[in-house]
């Protein structure tokens, strides 16, 4: 096993994945506050991938009360965007607003290998899940990694990872999102080697929201990814049939990529943790509380109090409160859900020579689009100069199809290529959230 940490604030022990598997050998480099492990194949168990587990701590916690877990979907690609997961600034203001740690994995599957080797857990990637967290608990300095439970996002291959988690570990588990994804609870024809899972009383109390692409089988009914929304209602029933606080969100505008799913699936995630964490770390998770949910019909796009309700409760979409209620209503409709509040202030700006440095936090309703710098008051430049994003609104870090930064890390700097040598400046940083609102 190679571990990827720093032993100290100045010393770093660090290595690359073997030259064998060179679309994983470039991860970005780890320093306090993020924390890396890798594990060859096999070292675990039964995984047969080498894989690599990131971490990204919040400053000054002094104890973790959970984890929010990010996971990549199936094929090259999107195992090697697993890479830069730990530094998606929206996701650490998720996980820094609840004390938790962002924790992001890349599984190194060859890109024709069979992704149900590492996307069911029980094929080796539940243990080897578990063993990084305590061995990045020892390099953090935070051995309750092992014992906080988890918030769980995933897509694709990532989004049956986590509901397999879910059913194997209801107790650990705070909420689960699954972005086009779900575990298997009946027989697929089509691929009969992919082994099912049962629902049992514990897993219904865990709050789910399953949220498939318009074109994955909603609205448009051939192609490749047409059986996502087949399996995701068949999933959906399963559970709410049960009793489970399952919902659908359905993205009107994609496909299988992410869209702009994580300004709602932030917002939800958000409603359950506050919900369901514990005010001290190490306790028991809290009763997910039904009083105030709000139902909709499925592939509806109105919900109403429960009470008020007069479909089927069976068949309901389940959302927990009336807040959650209105942003899903804006989701299901266009994506464009509303935000009224300015981003943080960037920190920390620095000028050396004609280069600026800053930081920043995330907007946490809507992230960052971009920087402004103003010189002298004037706007000068904006950073990056071209935001790109093709699944959904444009954002600081870019986004690859598995809702990642791109690689390389875009970094918070500018150089002022027409500053005139001997003349004093005065230079100001504003943040611009996906909105347009921006910072003071």
């Avoid at 069911?120 to 080897?128: I, Q, V, Y």
């Avoid at 020892?138 to 995933?154: C, D, I, N, T, Y």
């Avoid at 514990?202 to 047409?226: H, L, Q, Y």
Wanted: glycine residues 10%; hydrophobic residues 35%.
């Amino acid at each position: 096993m190679k571990h990827f940490h720093f032993l100290s604030l100045s010393l770093a022990v660090a290595t690359t994945a073997p030259a064998q598997n060179p679309p994983y050998d470039k991860p970005p480099e780890v320093e306090p506050p993020y924390y890396r492990v890798r594990y060859e194949a096999k070292e675990t168990g039964d995984l047969i991938f080498p894989v690599q587990y990131t971490v990204w701590i919040p400053e000054g916690v002094k104890k973790l009360r959970g984890i929010v877990v990010h996971q990549h979907g199936c094929g090259e690609g999107s195992c090697k965007s697993g890479q830069t997961g730990a530094w998606d600034l929206h996701w650490q203001a998720l996980a820094e607003k609840h004390d938790c740690a962002l924790f992001a994995a890349s599984y190194e599957q060859p890109q024709d290998a069979d992704c149900q080797m590492w996307c069911d857990p029980r094929h080796g990637s539940a243990k080897a899940f578990q063993k990084s967290l305590a061995d990045l608990g020892k390099a953090s300095g935070h051995p309750e990694l092992a014992e906080v439970p988890w918030a769980l996002w995933g897509h694709s291959g990532g989004g049956h990872w986590v509901g397999g988690m879910t059913l194997l570990y209801p107790e650990k588990t705070i909420a689960v999102w699954h972005r086009s994804g779900v575990p298997l609870v009946k027989k697929n024809p089509d691929r009969p080697s992919i082994k099912t899972y049962t629902i049992s009383d514990a897993a219904i109390d865990v709050p789910m929201m399953c949220n498939p692409g318009t074109e994955e089988g909603v609205t448009v009914k051939e192609g490749r990814f047409a059986g996502v929304w087949p399996a995701n209602e068949t999933f959906f029933r399963e559970a709410r049939g049960k009793g489970g606080l399952i919902g659908i969100a359905v993205d009107p505008l994609t496909g299988h990529a992410c869209g702009n799913q994580r300004y709602m699936a932030i917002p939800w995630l958000d409603a359950c943790m506050s919900a369901r964490l514990p005010e001290e770390s190490g306790g028991a998770l809290n009763t997910m509380p039904t009083k105030g949910a709000w139902l909709a019909p499925i592939l509806g796009k109105k919900a109403s109090p429960a009470d008020q309700f007069e479909g089927d409760l069976k068949s309901a979409i389940w959302l927990p409160n009336a807040e959650i209620a209105s942003k899903w209503m804006h989701y299901v409709e266009d994506t464009a859900i509303p935000d009224k509040t300015p981003p943080p202030s960037p920190t920390g700006l620095s000028v050396e020579g004609n280069k600026l440095t800053w930081n920043a936090r995330a907007d946490f309703e809507t992230g960052i689009a971009h920087f402004i710098v103003f010189r002298n008051g004037e706007e000068i430049a904006t950073v990056p100069e071209k935001t790109k994003n093709p699944h959904g609104r444009p954002v600081f870090q870019g986004l690859q199809y598995s809702d990642t930064p791109a690689a390389p890390l875009v970094k918070m700097e500018f150089v002022d290529e027409k500053a005139e040598s001997g003349k004093t400046y005065e230079y100001r940083v504003v943040t611009e959230n996906t909105v347009g609102l921006r910072s003071q």
